[in-house]
């Protein structure tokens, strides 16, 4: 496969994605302290939004990049 058909089929799933689930989560952790008693840890969730036209134009620059990669050259 050419790496355009490849990039084309990745905006696409990645647009998709974003117009189904609209946003991702995440949890960062970090250490505050550790001591040889106990460690004390912090856990928060950081949230993403997509916006829609964003999720769509993923998906047309997905297709255009698909279908110029899978054409055969002249």
Excluded: C, W
């Amino acid at each position: 496969m050419k790496g355009t058909t490849i990039a084309g089929a990745i905006f696409m799933v990645l647009g998709v994605q974003g117009l189904a689930y609209g946003l991702f989560t995440y949890a960062l952790q970090s250490n505050k302290s550790e001591t040889a008693a106990a460690a004390l840890a912090s856990h928060m969730q950081q949230k993403i939004t997509i916006p829609l036209g964003l999720g769509a134009a993923g998906v047309a620059i997905g297709g255009l990049l698909f279908l110029m990669g899978s054409r055969k050259p002249d």
